[in-house]
């Protein structure tokens, strides 16, 4: 019976990353890429490796950057965040390259404020629902997880610490205005990944307190 509790909850928790991740990759693909808004993280800074080199894909460069980044969050964070987190970043590259080779994506709007305030609302909530099952999309998300384990930094402020340098690297890449637009959406993106996520573990702490209520009973 427990194993099959067990495998109950690792299944709802793959299936929360999946569609964590179509978000995050929907934001991407539809609102952020075809703009030109590094919104930070390593899907920011792929947008702006792939303005240099175009003949690598945005979801190819998030693989291989995830890469290097893979081993670090064995070691620092554990093996089931490691294990979500390459499975979460497979993901989110082949469903990122999948909506651009084969469903060709385009900007939903050229509005460029319109565009971060929905970019950032469909890419934070992905972004929130893996944290708040201790897993990321990959990339920079490792690093603000680290950040936000090792000191008492809550996970959003983690997340604008670590994706200042990859707006600095898009505003001299796309220009001083996008760059503007981009630290507008990783602020926004931080305040909403705490939402999504406080949202989220309260939710799942109120389901395991009835669980534990209803064995008692």
Do not use: W
Request: with cysteine; net charge neutral; glycine share 10%.
């Amino acid at each position: 019976m427990k194993k099959n509790n067990n495998f109950a909850s690792t299944l709802k928790d793959y299936v929360l990353i999946t569609i964590g991740v179509i978000l995050v990759a929907f934001g991407i693909q539809y609102f952020y890429a075809p703009n030109e808004i590094a919104g930070g993280g390593l899907s920011g800074l792929a947008l702006v490796i792939s303005n240099y080199v175009p003949f690598l894909s945005v979801g190819t460069i998030i693989f291989l950057g995830n890469l290097i980044l893979f081993v670090v969050s064995f070691i620092l964070v554990g093996g089931d965040f490691g294990m979500k987190t390459i499975y979460a970043s497979f993901a989110l590259s082949f469903v990122m390259d999948f909506m651009e080779k084969v469903m060709h994506s385009y900007a939903l709007t050229n509005n460029l404020l319109l565009a971060i305030v929905m970019g950032t609302i469909v890419i934070a909530a992905g972004i929130g629902m893996t944290f708040a099952i201790n897993a990321s999309t990959g990339g920079t998300d490792i690093l603000a997880k680290i950040l936000n384990k090792y000191s008492r930094i809550n996970i959003g402020i983690s997340l604008l610490i670590v994706d200042l340098f990859v707006v600095v690297c898009g505003a001299f890449t796309f220009g001083l205005d996008k760059g503007i637009y981009s630290l507008l959406a990783v602020i926004m993106n931080g305040l909403v990944v705490d939402r999504v996520t406080i949202y989220i573990e309260k939710k799942q702490k109120e389901k395991a307190n009835s669980d534990i209520e209803k064995l008692a009973s």
